[in-house]
């Protein structure tokens, strides 16, 4: 089955990259305009003085020009390539994994299920990079709420199809695994049609803290053992899918976690702007600024960091820290959607908790401690009229933010976002199918366990 093909270049995709660009350089849309206004209104004082201004500032346009102009096609040419002659050729399958009435793996079955969506191939050679558009293969973990109806999808290239569904049977051999009709195109919606039936919001996850800080997970809080019994499991995952199940006729809650094989992190700018690094080299960036706080004087070459004048806070977040990419490291960026008819203004009321979905997943509030999930408000809030004139900004990351998800699109244009790095004992952590622990009672599950055929039955 297909999904939603991409529209190619788009004018939407590169005022991201420009937008993305100012971003960078601490600069917004309000910035810009307030820096062209008063370089009007400075004309129209000292007309000489601007044009002799005007005639430096152009000097050096042969040489910049060349430089801007190759940036924007790069990005377009970019941009065409994974979309027209790759991304829009490839079939998808949406797969929904339904669950019997118990499961008894721990979230430990997830882990091992995961490590095999580890893969590095698609790209051998800079042609088939930059020339063929060829990504390496991702994958999109999927929780959805269709009225307060709660089931588990996984998204996937359709040549991976067979491998995903033998890899889920062979690590929860009770579920059973169906190829459906991808569920976002039933609920379409488009923010410049004034008749759309539906409003959105939207908000991603991204960490309280660099990415080398681990989040809370089922081994940390101690979900992996294996003689506890059921009554006293806690699952982190409850939370999630109790909120997922309050929604209403005419409410649909998202969540998508596309991962891929590691690449490096683009949050890390220790070689500067432009150039992040991989999660270890990362790990001992982080590492390195916690043991410079045991020299007194860091002029004195010869005074050599000591681990054990660390405090026993600080030693414990350096270990964690080391540990995290012993585990196979994805790329990973976390989206959630909501979706409600507006028609009825007794819905759209459930968005206050999308924020605080994931905060059980945190060792301490606000960054303490170790690591923790926040949310990244993508379409607002707009605090002034100039921060959004007549709507314009809100409906196009509306509209952005939708086809993203629709797409499964996060790691390149023209939807690309800034990932975060997580190993496979976070992401089982987040995404995993629950035990009988979790009593959602709108949480779908099958009325019996799939088994073989009995061994005597007549031939």
Same mark, same amino acid.
């Given at each position: ?130 020339? %063929? +558009?060829?990504?390496? &293969?991702?994958?999109?973990? *999927?929780? !959805?709420?269709? $009225? ?122 220790? %070689? +500067?702007?432009?150039? &992040?690094?991989?999660?270890? *080299?990362? !790990?001992?960036? $982080? ?137 496979? $004992? ?34």
């Amino acid at each position: 089955m297909a999904g939603k093909k991409g529209k190619g270049f788009s004018l939407g995709g590169l005022y991201s990259w420009i937008t993305g660009n100012m971003d960078s350089f601490g600069l917004t849309d309000f910035s810009a305009v307030v820096a062209l206004l008063l370089i009007a209104y400075r004309g129209t004082q000292d007309p000489e003085t601007f044009w002799q201004m005007g005639a430096f500032f152009l000097a050096p346009l042969p040489l910049v020009l060349p430089v801007l102009l190759y940036k924007l096609w790069w990005h377009g040419w970019m941009e065409y390539i994974q979309e027209d002659k790759y991304w829009n050729r490839r079939e998808y399958a949406v797969l929904e994994v339904k669950l019997p009435e118990e499961i008894t793996q721990s979230p430990y079955a997830m882990e091992l299920f995961l490590r095999s969506l580890y893969q590095t191939g698609e790209i051998d050679t800079p042609i088939d990079q930059y020339w %063929k +558009g060829h990504v390496k &293969p991702f994958f999109s973990l *999927e929780l !959805v709420s269709t $009225e307060g109806a709660v089931r588990f999808y996984i998204w996937t290239w359709k040549q991976f199809k067979n491998f995903v569904e033998s890899q889920i049977y062979a690590h929860y051999p009770t579920v059973q695994v169906y190829e459906v009709p991808d569920y976002t195109l039933s609920v379409p919606y488009n923010a410049y049609d004034k008749n759309c039936e539906f409003d959105m919001w939207c908000i991603e996850q991204e960490l309280q803290k660099p990415d080398p800080y681990p989040i809370a997970t089922y081994v940390s809080t101690e979900q992996a053992k294996q003689d506890l019994d059921e009554e006293f499991k806690h699952d982190q995952m409850s939370s999630l899918l109790e909120f997922f199940s309050i929604m209403k006729a005419g409410e649909h809650a998202w969540m998508q976690i596309i991962i891929r094989g590691h690449t490096v992190c683009p949050q890390a700018t220790d %070689k +500067g702007p432009g150039h &992040p690094i991989s999660i270890t *080299e990362w !790990v001992e960036v $982080e590492r390195n600024k916690i043991l410079a706080l045991t020299i007194d004087d860091p002029k004195d070459d010869k005074q050599k960091a000591n681990f054990q004048r660390l405090p026993e806070g600080l030693r414990t977040e350096v270990k964690a820290m080391e540990l995290k990419p012993h585990k196979q490291m994805f790329d990973v960026g976390i989206r959630m959607i909501y979706l409600y008819r507006n028609d009825d203004p007794s819905l759209g009321k459930q968005k206050v908790g999308f924020p605080t979905a994931l905060r059980v997943y945190e060792h301490g509030s606000q960054g303490r401690g170790l690591n923790g999930f926040k949310p990244v408000f993508v379409i607002g809030p707009f605090d002034y009229p100039w921060q959004d004139y007549f709507g314009i900004r809100r409906r196009f990351l509306k509209q952005q933010m939708y086809d993203g998800y629709v797409q499964r699109q996060y790691f390149f244009p023209p939807i690309g976002r800034k990932w975060i790095a997580l190993n496979v $004992e976070e992401i089982a952590s987040v995404y995993h199918f629950p035990g009988k622990v979790v009593q959602t009672p709108t949480l779908q599950r099958m009325p019996s366990k799939r088994g073989d055929a009995p061994a005597n039955l007549p031939t």
